[in-house]
């Protein structure tokens, strides 16, 4: 069987695209492996109407309204190859099975790299974030740390003094030159040179409620409600590679690139989701999904199949 889409990634994204779809009574398979970028997180913020909500309950909740609709099929499992057939592609999964459809949808996030600190990555998403927004009005106004990675670190420790009294970390990534160092004090920012060497403290159930405590070379530790930090982050599957889809470099790693539609450089297929933007978050990666799903339609309705790959 051939379905008008293959979204590979059900996620904010990907299930906020086939609802669109279903909506419109046409045949969606998802594949999703289940590996949210949030999954770390106990609560996520700044979605309209879910503020505070374990990200797992609005990924569940959606999931089942969208299965609702009869047109939608969900196959749990890792989508491996994806290739252009003359109607449209094929995906192939871990287990060898294919699929065919006439359009594919990207919804596949971002893997975050983290700096390799000892105890960090046990505490991502607990008491160690990247994005301010989320995470930052929980803190209550407490000590904020900001773990350096690059020079890039400098526009997040100039924008968390609005979240409490921040320290930036250097931990010898770079030296702040004579105009950052006076753009921060005016932040008052306190800045640290030393080396961290380890990241301690309970991993809290609320953030903020327990210190986390940053051990620096020579012994200090220094206790904060919570730490910032800019990881590098990667499209999390190769199929836009594979496919020849063009991509993007953002600040902090490369994403799939899009038109305003939501469409790759590969007639047919489309992204969306942080996979397709620089920075993401859940509101956006709906947004996008939606605009995704329409456009997506608009395809199936209006664009002959065979100009559309001759194209290709
Ligand atoms: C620690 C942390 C906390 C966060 N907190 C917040 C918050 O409070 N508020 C907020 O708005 N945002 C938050 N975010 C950002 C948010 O997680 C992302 O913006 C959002 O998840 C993006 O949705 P998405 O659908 O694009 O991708 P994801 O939610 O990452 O989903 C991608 C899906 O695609 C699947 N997939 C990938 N490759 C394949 C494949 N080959 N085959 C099958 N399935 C595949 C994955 O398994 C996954 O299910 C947080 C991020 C992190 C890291």
Same mark, same amino acid.
């Given at each position: 069987?051939?379905?008008?889409?293959i979204?590979?990634? $059900?996620?904010?994204?990907?299930?906020?695209? @086939?609802?669109?779809?279903a909506?419109?009574?046409?045949?969606?398979?998802?594949?999703?492996?289940? !590996?949210?970028?949030?999954?770390? @997180?106990?609560?996520?913020?700044?979605? %309209?109407?879910?503020?505070?909500?374990?990200?797992?309950? !609005? #990924?569940?909740?959606?999931?089942?309204?969208?299965?609702?609709?009869?047109?939608?099929?969900?196959?749990?499992?890792?989508?491996?190859?994806?290739?252009?057939?003359?109607?449209?592609?094929?995906?192939?999964?871990?287990?060898?099975?294919?699929?065919?459809?006439?359009?594919? =949808?990207?919804?596949?996030?971002?893997?975050?790299?983290?700096?390799?600190?000892? $105890? =960090?990555?046990?505490?991502?998403?607990?008491?160690?974030?990247?994005?301010?927004?989320?995470?930052?009005?929980?803190?209550?106004?407490?000590?904020?740390?900001? !773990?350096?990675?690059?020079?890039?670190?400098?526009?997040?420790?100039?924008?968390?003094?609005?979240?409490?009294?921040?320290?930036?970390?250097?931990?010898?990534?770079?030296?702040?030159?004579?105009?950052?160092s #006076?753009? =921060?004090?005016r932040?008052?920012?306190?800045?640290?040179?030393? %080396?961290?060497?380890?990241?301690?403290?309970?991993? *809290?159930?609320?953030?903020?409620?327990?210190?986390?405590?940053?051990?620096? #070379?020579?012994?200090?530790?220094?206790?904060?409600?919570?730490?910032?930090?800019l990881?590098?982050?990667?499209? #999390?599957?190769?199929?836009?590679?594979?496919?020849?889809?063009m991509?993007?470099?953002?600040?902090?790693?490369?994403? !799939?690139?899009?038109?305003?539609?939501?469409?790759?450089?590969?007639?047919?297929?489309?992204?969306?989701?942080?996979? *397709?933007?620089?920075?993401?978050?859940?509101?956006?990666?709906?947004?996008?999904?939606?605009?995704?799903?329409?456009?997506?339609?608009?395809?199936?309705?209006?664009?002959?199949? @065979?100009?559309?790959?001759?194209?290709?």
């Amino acid at each position: 069987m051939s379905y008008d889409t293959i979204i590979v990634g $059900g996620s904010y994204a990907g299930m906020a695209a @086939a609802l669109q779809l279903a909506r419109a009574r046409r045949r969606v398979l998802v594949i999703d492996e289940g !590996i949210r970028r949030n999954r770390f @997180a106990f609560h996520s913020h700044g979605f %309209l109407g879910q503020d505070g909500r374990p990200p797992g309950d !609005i #990924a569940a909740e959606a999931r089942d309204q969208l299965m609702r609709y009869p047109t939608v099929t969900w196959e749990t499992g890792r989508a491996e190859k994806a290739e252009r057939t003359d109607n449209g592609f094929r995906i192939t999964d871990a287990d060898g099975r294919s699929r065919e459809g006439r359009r594919l =949808l990207l919804a596949v996030g971002v893997v975050d790299d983290l700096p390799p600190i000892p $105890g =960090l990555a046990e505490r991502w998403g607990r008491s160690v974030f990247h994005c301010p927004y989320c995470h930052g009005y929980e803190l209550m106004q407490g000590r904020i740390g900001v !773990i350096a990675v690059s020079g890039q670190s400098m526009h997040h420790a100039l924008m968390l003094p609005d979240w409490g009294p921040t320290t930036l970390l250097l931990n010898g990534t770079f030296e702040p030159d004579a105009d950052q160092s #006076a753009h =921060l004090a005016r932040r008052g920012v306190v800045v640290e040179t030393d %080396l961290i060497t380890g990241i301690g403290g309970e991993p *809290a159930a609320d953030p903020g409620t327990e210190p986390v405590k940053v051990t620096l #070379a020579g012994g200090r530790r220094l206790p904060f409600a919570g730490l910032f930090v800019l990881p590098k982050s990667r499209v #999390a599957s190769p199929l836009a590679a594979q496919l020849g889809c063009m991509s993007e470099d953002g600040p902090l790693g490369a994403h !799939i690139r899009t038109d305003a539609m939501q469409e790759t450089s590969v007639p047919g297929v489309f992204a969306c989701g942080d996979a *397709a933007r620089a920075a993401g978050s859940v509101a956006l990666a709906v947004g996008a999904g939606t605009m995704a799903g329409t456009a997506l339609h608009r395809s199936l309705l209006f664009c002959d199949d @065979a100009e559309l790959f001759a194209r290709r």
